[in-house]
């Protein structure tokens, strides 16, 4: 699989519940509250697989010392990928 990441691409909130619901987060996640959904993206830095959107790790940070990784999201089909490393990595 050839991906592509990107560092503070904006997605939809339509992307983000499908990829919530995609994984195995969205049965944790309120993918049903939309406003809630919003907030969340509102609120952190994204480093997200654009396209054909199979992972987004979302952060909150500082900006200059901390940075807390609250969430990392693969789809069902980028299991064992490795793009969840990835994301991870770009994250640091």
């Known amino acids: 699989m050839s991906v592509t990441y990107k560092v503070t691409e904006p997605i939809s909130v339509g992307q ?4 919530q619901a995609d994984s195995m987060l969205g049965e944790r996640r309120p993918i049903a509250d939309r406003e809630c959904l919003e907030g969340m993206l509102g609120a952190t830095i994204l480093r997200s697989v654009p396209g054909n959107q199979v992972g987004i790790a979302r952060s909150i940070t500082d900006l200059h010392d901390v940075c807390y990784l609250s969430d990392l999201t693969g789809s069902g089909s980028s299991q ?6 990835q994301l991870q990595i770009l994250t640091q």
């Open 16 to 19: 983000f519940i499908g990829l």
């Open 80 to 85: 064992a990928t490795g793009v969840g490393k």
